[in-house]
Every structure is written in C-alpha cells, then in structure tokens.
C-alpha cells in the first residue's frame, strides 16, 4: 500500500517582519507540531510527513498538501503554526486516509480548515482515466 503524504512547507511564515538568526519560520514550527502530534496518531507506514523548501505561496501563510497517488491532493494555506490547527490538519488527515478517494463531507472538516481550503487537484490516476477516455471517443 502506497503511504499518504502531507508536505509542509517549512519556509513559510505569516508575518513580514524580519526573523532573527536563530528563529525558526511559522513553517518550520508547524512542521515540527504536526511531527509529534501525528506520531502519537498515525503508524509511519500510514502517513509521511515531508518537509518542503516552498510550496510557492509565500504570500499565504503556512502552506500543506496532502496527496497520495490515487487520490486528489489537497493544498490548505492561511495556517497558524499552533496546535490547534495541527491537530485540525490531522482529524482532516484521518479522513483523507479512510475515504480511497481523498474526498471528505464537507460538514465534518474541521472549522479551522474551512477557510484554509484553497485547491483540489485531481489525482493522477484520475488524470490519465480521463485521457484514454478522450481517446477512444477520437
């Protein structure tokens, strides 16, 4: 079975003032919450969690996607770098692991991720159905 992913970018961070030398980016901190939160949560051959330089958003707060090969990834931006949020972001991984789609109820996504829903790409499998289709419609 292929293993779930969330990246997080680890470059991000909300605010635009200057970080000092040894401070770490609201990425970074978000990174290392969601770590050890999800090790409490998840078996490692269940869900990896990747660090990313960028996920080009800068503007946009800390940034996550999840993906898995079968199904649609998600990209989530405007996140706070708390644990409230991190634990928000694993109950949302939670169902995106049970669901063999990715896709979730509306109604059950945590309220702190309803505004932090910003894409929904199709998965690639999905991608490449929908390309034979048109081809033996040619």
Known sequence: MTKHTLF??????????ELAEDQAC???ILLDTLTNLA???FAPE???????GCLWACSRGCVTAFAHPEK?????IDLPPDEEYASALLQFTQMYISNRK???IWDKLPDQLESAMFACIPALSATEQNADEEDDLS
């Open 46 to 52: 269940d869900l990896e969690i990747k660090s990313v």
């Open 72 to 76: 649609q990834t998600y990209l989530l």
């Open 39 to 41: 090790a409490q949560q």
């Open 102 to 104: 990715g896709a979730f």
């Open 8 to 17: 997080v970018c680890k470059s991000c961070h909300r605010s635009e003032e």
């Open 26 to 28: 609201d990425g970074k």
